[in-house]
């Protein structure tokens, strides 16, 4: 996978206290939250590739990611190879095979995505059967209900009827908490690998689901009724869900993503089209 070069300062991977990995060449710079390097090495005596994470903002969660990941040994999940947790917490996990789809379907003219879709929603009904030792996940912004004030300076008003009556009592299990098409990797049309479990606990089930169904800004999937059907005919398959609280979530997640895209004119008349139609 092709990453960009170097487009803000970072820390110097090569200062990081490496136990077993030994960094000899940085390939590129990954876009994250945290400082993400594609790197080549050397590990158990042989070259290989890598991603090193190094922890940037303040909650950044490697340390649960790699407890987690110490759990699941499928291959389509990350394999550690080194971390510390001292001053920089940081993980090393081997190069894993695939591009993400929004590379394979391009501008998805006509509708590539479809055939991906159902195992997309399978690999998430997957993860949520899982039992395994973690803690609840942090509570963020999205979680909640927007504000009457938000809702009003996003011209939303009619909403607040939507929203006030939540769903009763939030189906919980292991959820991966950032489960959406930029952690996951594919590889001759099936998932090879799925990433970045910073966000990972217990929490929310639906939400989860939400998550992973709406449509991000430049995202040229999921804008489709067919394409959100097929993801779903593809999660029922292992696990049920409730729709009409993954529909609140989603449109909770819009609202959020409305206040930070308002200088995007496509996606803006995207969710206002959608909402609209919602709650008609």
Known sequence: MKHPDKWRETIDPFTLPYKSFKPTEILGYPHAGNDVF???GIY?????RAYIKAARQKGAAIENEVAILSQLHSPEFPC????????????VTLEMPGERLSVLVGENETLESLCFMEEYGVALANLH????SAEPVKDRKFFHVPS???????????????????PKEAARCFCHGDFHYANILWNEHHISGILDFELAGYGNRDFDIAWALFRRPGQKFLKTKAEQDEFLKGYS???AYDPEAVQLYMVQCYVYFLQFSRDDAEYCDYVWNWLNKVIK
Do not use: C, M
């Not at 158990?44 to 290989?48: A, H, I, N, R």
């Not at 009457?148 to 939540?166: A, H, Q, R, V």
């Open 38 to 40: 594609h790197a080549r």
């Open 44 to 48: 158990e005596s042989k070259e290989v």
């Open 80 to 91: 550690v190879i080194d971390y510390g947790f001292d001053n920089t917490p940081f993980s």
């Open 129 to 132: 059967q899982l039992h395994i």
């Open 148 to 166: 009457y004030e938000l809702l009003s300076s996003l011209g939303l008003d009619f909403l607040n009827p939507f929203f006030s009556t939540p």
């Open 237 to 239: 398959q292992f696990g």
